[in-house]
């Protein structure tokens, strides 16, 4: 038995003696294990990145769509003879410098009870984004009725950089490419105004 001993362990190649010393020896662990775990951490961090910058730039149009909303529901938009630009021009400055106000598309639906207004959707049948109301010049008085109405508007924006956060999915296409279709909407009943 010692005799076999002995020749195994002369026949041993000198990398199997060398084996032990190896695994006992930790120096660039840390930068193995640095490897291991760099790309999931720069994901997760990336991650919330993107899903930050898409509540900021949903909540800045949100807040956009609401303070202008107000010069409808007060009756000031329609006794000013505002305008569908005019109107998109105060949703922009509401929200922000970083809104690219010429991509904001509005959609104004307004009924005498709340029943016969329908939400507007965002895109058509063929995914492709909805025009805004009318042209510029139009007044907003047209699309957003009298006094008492029941008045829905829905603010439809196609957010780039979306593109960039590929991997979040959060693109309009079916596979999640594409820039992301925020939608901001708000539903009132305009005041009595005369």
Not at 51 to 65: D, K, P, R, W
Not at 150 to 178: K, M, N, R
Request: proline share 5%; with cysteine; net charge negative.
């Amino acid at each position: 038995m010692l005799l076999f001993e002995h020749l195994r362990s002369r026949l041993a190649s000198p990398l199997s003696r060398r084996a032990p010393r190896w695994l006992r020896d930790n120096r660039g662990a840390a930068a193995v294990e640095f490897a291991i775990v760099a790309l999931p951490f720069l994901m997760f961090v990336m991650g919330i990145i993107g899903i930050s910058f898409y509540f900021f730039t949903a909540n800045a149009l949100e807040h956009g769509v609401e303070a202008a909303a107000r010069q409808i529901r007060t009756g000031q938009a329609q006794k000013n003879d505002l305008t569908v630009g005019q109107f998109r021009e105060l949703v922009c400055d509401a929200a922000g410098s970083y809104i690219d106000c010429e991509k904001v598309r509005i959609v104004i639906r307004h009924h005498e009870e709340w029943s016969g207004v329908t939400p507007a959707p965002c895109q058509d049948a063929d995914g492709n984004l909805v025009p805004s109301i009318g042209s510029a010049g139009d007044d907003v008085a047209d699309y957003s009725g009298e006094a008492s109405q029941a008045v829905l508007i829905t603010l439809c924006y196609p957010w780039d950089l979306a593109e960039f956060f590929g991997f979040l999915h959060l693109g309009s296409g079916a596979d999640g490419t594409g820039p992301a279709i925020i939608q901001a909407t708000t539903a009132f009943r305009t005041e009595p105004y005369s």
